[in-house]
């Protein structure tokens, strides 16, 4: 750990571009204590005086002084074409943790940082009128955080380095999770329909099981295959009475899968749908021939 981290940026106006690029420093250099000096920027003894390096300090300069070198200084107000379309945040994301970026939401909320910061609020909101409910509550905490980081610029970059770091953790989970996922799944053709099978009771998925993670990796898992996977079945080969086995329809599929149809003509019981989500249902079912009862349900289902 170093003893000192010292953070050079700019006084006067705040934006959340040079808070989560310091909180980002801050996580990734952890260190016994934290200096973030809001300077004029065209203050230069004071600004000459901070940027000083010994071991057991960092030194970073982020969104001030009209340079970037991808070492110490981070700015991006400069006419080069290295820092074009950039801001404070994406330039140090990119060189000390680039990882954040496999998080759709806040890959998400990075970009917007970095579109209010050199297009405006105002604009923003205008482009992207339909902004999903989780980037609409991280934007709506922005101000926030920014007026009180004009006093306290050290507390809150503490405070988001930490849910930096949370968020780092699971993302290292969830790569983790999707390789056991991955060995423990495979895709068949039933009727002309390509069910993803996977056994998320094995032992190396279930003890580190969350169920919303594990669908952002099934999600990813259906994106990332060259053809279309119309539903999914989970099974739990450990269970003798086959009563954990569940069939998802998604909601991709709806054109071309309903199981109401396989309700209709008596495949299907009403009392073996435990959850429906645009007609995409949840099927319980303990039949010992799987693929017979597999083959029925889905060409029973099938809208053409």
Known sequence: MLETLIIITHASQAHMDEVFACAVLVCKFPAEKVIIKRVNTFDNEKFKYFCWKKDTEKVFVVDIGGRFDNELHFDHHQDEENVKNECATTLVVKKFMLEIMEDDDWSKYIESINYVDNNGGTR????????????????????GIVDFFK????????????????KLETIKKVKELEIKVRMNTFVRN?????????????????????????????????RDYPYTIHASLTYDP????????SLYRFPRA?????????????????EDITFCHKKGFILNFSSEDIDNVLKEIIKGSKKC
């Open 254 to 270: 709806e054109d071309e899968l309903d199981f109401n149809l396989a309700i209709e003509k008596n495949i299907l019981k009403e």
């Open 190 to 222: 039933i009727e002309g329909m390509n069910i993803l099978f996977l056994n998320k009771h094995h032992d190396e998925i279930e003890k580190d099981l969350d169920i919303n993670i594990l669908n952002k990796i099934i999600n990813k898992l259906i």
């Open 238 to 245: 450990r269970d003798e009475n086959k009563k954990r086995r």
């Open 124 to 143: 923003f909101f205008k482009d992207f009128a339909k902004v999903d409910k989780y980037l609409g509550y991280l934007l709506s905490l922005n101000n």
């Open 151 to 166: 006093d306290e610029p050290e507390t809150v970059a503490i405070f988001l380095s930490k849910i930096i770091k949370k």
